[in-house]
């Protein structure tokens, strides 16, 4: 079994920033960026019990078990998740299967 801290889901659901929750548990934003990004593997029970305070949750609640979200990495080091990606991939082929329409119009 695998738990990891779904700090990203309890943020967005309260509609805060990560920004905000810095402010809010004094923590700075990169730490709550790694946390999210799954580069922290644990918390102590302060930073829980800071985060609980700010999220309005219980410490249960910050972890999930599972997988966490899988990232993959684009052109430029810009990390996408992989709906994302696939929309943008899509995208990509439809505007170069458009251009080639459009060369190929051009040159007729």
């Given at each position: 079994?695998?738990?990891?801290?779904?700090?990203?889901?309890l943020?967005?659901?309260?509609?805060l920033?990560?920004?905000?929750?810095?402010r809010?548990?004094?923590?700075s934003?990169?730490?709550?960026q790694k946390?999210?990004?799954?580069?922290?593997?644990?918390l102590?029970?302060e930073?829980a019990?800071?985060?609980?305070?700010?999220?309005?949750?219980?410490?249960?609640?910050?972890l999930?078990?599972?997988?966490p979200?899988?990232?993959?990495?684009l052109?430029?080091?810009?990390?996408?998740?992989?709906?994302?990606?696939?929309?943008i991939l899509?995208?990509?082929?439809?505007?170069?299967?458009?251009s080639a329409?459009v060369d190929?119009?051009?040159?007729?």
């Amino acid at each position: 079994m695998i738990v990891f801290i779904a700090l990203k889901k309890l943020r967005e659901g309260a509609g805060l920033s990560q920004n905000d929750l810095a402010r809010k548990t004094g923590y700075s934003p990169q730490f709550i960026q790694k946390i999210e990004q799954h580069k922290v593997k644990s918390l102590t029970l302060e930073a829980a019990a800071r985060f609980c305070e700010a999220l309005n949750c219980k410490p249960g609640d910050l972890l999930e078990e599972g997988e966490p979200p899988k990232r993959s990495k684009l052109d430029k080091g810009v990390t996408f998740n992989s709906q994302t990606r696939t929309e943008i991939l899509g995208n990509r082929r439809k505007m170069s299967d458009e251009s080639a329409e459009v060369d190929l119009l051009r040159a007729a």
